[in-house]
């Protein structure tokens, strides 16, 4: 098993930024590739960023490219995604997904994933 433990969600201005936060426990975090996704009110869930598990392959979303960042800490056993420029398109309940991988290989969809944090709420005010 590994539990995820989302942080760093909150309110912010449209332009702000915010860094969430991810700290993975229970396995070798090294052994998985970590995405953030996420769900605004009335839709489903959409991806938002993967990274492999060396943290050498990223994969974003077209909406969020150059706004938003994700970085990985294996020492920490934690994935970061830094949110600059923030809209309020991008309310919505952030997750973070671990996916036991044999490569390094980013993964791109919610199935591909083996374990989900809570979420944290995002709400960007215009």
């Known amino acids: 098993q590994v539990q995820l433990v989302e942080s760093g969600g909150g309110l912010v201005q449209a332009g702000g930024s915010l860094r969430l936060s991810c700290a993975a426990s229970?396995?070798?975090?090294?052994?998985?590739?970590m995405g953030w996704f996420r769900q605004a009110p009335g839709k489903e869930r959409e991806f938002v960023v993967a990274i492999s598990r060396s943290g050498s392959r990223t994969n974003y979303a077209d909406s969020v490219k150059g706004r938003f960042t994700i970085s990985r800490d294996s020492a920490k056993n934690t994935v970061y995604l830094q949110m600059n420029s923030l809209k309020p398109e991008d309310t919505a309940v952030y997750y973070c997904?671990?996916?036991?991988?044999?490569?390094?290989?980013?993964?791109?969809?919610?199935?591909?994933?083996?374990?989900w944090g809570q979420g944290t709420q995002v709400t960007v005010s215009s």
């Open positions: 997904a671990a996916a036991r991988q044999y490569s390094d290989y980013v993964v791109l969809v919610s199935q591909g994933y083996d374990y």
């Open positions: 229970g396995r070798t975090f090294s052994n998985y590739a």
